[in-house]
């Protein structure tokens, strides 16, 4: 158990993936899927978590599941290799959630910057702070432990989630015995792929903000946010003005997804970025060259994804059997956790009868 490579991350089904996921997360998953170097591999419908802050929607949850093993299958995770499992159905989550929770102090909650920056965005300063909610990271350090993971590949806003899993496994181990694995997360080497903003350069995408580019999104619509929402430079007026290139949407963009080849392909009087970022700051290339290279740019990337999209949407029973076997492997995964650590803590009391000795031996 201990040398095995194990990998585990997860995503709430509150709605369709965007690129933000896609380059944070998603891509590197299928990565690492493929380069055969993890023993296993999970992906963790967050289906509980989710609930933590649609306590009143669960219906936006149950919809959404869909949309997000659409999601995973058509950027390439494969069920042969990848184990897809819905949260809500391993009760072992929710038992080693609560066994947790008596290990983690409400203060030290209360510093999760990710929580508090949620907690701002939900309202939940005045209108009153969920339990639940509060607690989420106690569930996930749960997630990532009952999967015995060795890596959590995330983005950076997870990083918080990861460190007090950390301390929740240091914890355990110290009190009750060696028990559980002590993860790492893994996050994307390039900058600008750690924090991809919205279109119109806010700092995340998000729904509510209507900044997102959906992997499920048209050629139509992506043309549209380019187009319609990506600020490039005030004061590149005119093709001639020299202009920015920090700051600059369209070039965050390109940071995180244009390649040397795509200049070969769709721009080749630059030979990469920094000979069109030169220019752009010069003066002499205008915006809509930029923004019609990122479209191209973009489009390569999502063609392929919106065709596995349509395909496997054609074949929903098929998808529901996939999530179906993924959750019943990860019920006996996450069960195996939930024993070893009952053993651990000596609350196994019904696993044999060795508790009748003690007892008679206590009573004398
Ligand atoms: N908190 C993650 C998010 O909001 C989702 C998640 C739940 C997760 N459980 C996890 C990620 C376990 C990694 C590992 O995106």
């Not at 919809?63 to 184990?83: C, R, W």
């Not at 729904?207 to 005030?234: A, E, H, R, W």
């Not at 596995?308 to 029973?317: E, F, H, L, N």
Request: aromatic residues 8%.
């Amino acid at each position: 158990m201990a040398d095995k490579k194990i990998i585990l991350t997860g995503d709430r089904p509150t709605g369709r993936l965007h690129l933000g996921h896609y380059v944070g997360s998603l891509k590197r998953r299928v990565e690492l899927q493929n380069s055969g170097k993890f023993d296993e591999i999970y992906i963790l419908i967050a289906d509980d978590q989710a609930l933590t802050d649609n306590a009143d929607n669960p219906g936006k949850i149950r919809d959404n599941i869909i949309n997000v093993v659409l999601d995973y299958l058509s950027v390439g995770l494969d069920p042969a290799k990848t184990t897809i499992c819905v949260q809500s159905a391993l009760p072992a989550l929710h038992a080693l959630t609560f066994y947790y929770m008596n290990l983690v102090t409400t203060a030290r909650l209360s510093r999760n910057p990710t929580v508090k920056s949620e907690m701002q965005m939900r309202g939940f300063a005045d209108e009153g702070l969920p339990a639940g909610f509060f607690a989420y990271p106690v569930s996930q350090a749960a997630d990532i432990t009952a999967f015995d993971a060795t890596v959590v590949p995330v983005g950076e806003d997870q990083l918080p989630m990861i460190e007090q899993t950390r301390e929740i496994v240091e914890k355990f181990n110290r009190t009750y015995g060696e028990t559980l694995i002590l993860p790492s997360a893994m996050i994307p080497e390039n900058i600008m792929q750690r924090r991809l903003p919205g279109v119109d350069g806010k700092a995340k995408m998000s729904k509510s903000l209507g900044n997102c580019i959906y992997l499920s999104d048209d050629s139509k619509t992506v043309k549209k946010q380019i187009n319609g929402k990506m600020f490039t430079d005030p004061t590149h007026l005119r093709i001639e003005d020299p202009g920015h290139t920090e700051g600059n949407v369209v070039f965050t963009y390109l940071d995180a997804f244009c390649t040397d080849e795509h200049f070969s392909r769709y721009l080749p009087e630059y030979a990469n970025l920094d000979e069109m970022k030169d220019h752009y700051r010069r003066g002499g290339l205008g915006d809509g060259t930029c923004k019609k290279f990122l479209f191209n740019v973009l489009e390569e990337e999502l063609n392929p994804i919106r065709e596995q999209r349509a395909k496997w949407a054609s074949d929903i029973d098929t998808v529901y059997d996939i999530i179906k076997d993924g959750t019943a492997k990860a019920v006996e995964k996450t069960n195996a956790t939930l024993n070893r650590v009952r053993k651990a803590m000596r609350i196994d009391y019904f696993d044999d009868r060795s508790i009748i000795g003690d007892w008679k031996a206590l009573l004398g």
